[in-house]
């Protein structure tokens, strides 16, 4: 009766043999090393005209000062790892918070929303308080261009 016979093969692994295969290990494992290199490098966007650039600011405390008509606004902004922490009103003319009390719950709610968002953005709805609002945040926009890195 027919049969399937496997004959046996015996491999002879000499010192030789084992450098090659070792060989054609390492070479293999630097080729997939240098592909995934090249492959992260390559979804990272190169800075040209048509690409954007974000902001990364230095940790730190950075003071900002915006003019008024009724004196200044003053600002320290503390960056801690590229974000926006804190936000401490140093100097703000008396004659519009003794004018309107409601500005100092909105000056408070635009510190908290650049915080919390860390975006900087003018204020519209605001009406009478709006020239003062912007002036605020064009005090905290000049702490954050200190903190800027180049």
């Known amino acids: 009766m027919g ?19 070792a060989l054609i290990i390492v070479v293999l494992i630097l080729a997939i090393i240098a592909l995934t290199n090249l492959m992260r490098n390559r979804e990272e966007p190169a800075a040209s005209s048509n690409s954007f650039i974000y902001l990364q600011y230095k940790d730190g405390k950075y003071i900002g000062n915006e003019k008024t008509d009724k004196g200044n606004i003053q600002v320290e902004v503390t960056i801690k790892k590229n974000k926006i922490k804190d936000i401490k009103i140093l100097e703000f003319p008396q ?4 004018a309107r009390k409601e500005l100092k719950d909105e ?34 926009r000049i702490a954050l261009d200190q903190s800027l890195l180049q």
């Open 3 to 21: 049969g399937i016979f496997i004959k046996h093969k015996i491999i002879l692994l000499t010192r030789k043999r084992i450098m090659i295969y």
């Open 95 to 98: 004659e519009y918070l003794s």
């Open 107 to 140: 000056t408070a709610k635009v510190i908290e929303k650049i915080i919390k968002t860390q975006e900087i953005t003018s204020i519209e709805g605001m009406e009478e308080s709006s020239y003062i609002v912007n002036k605020l945040l064009k005090a905290v």
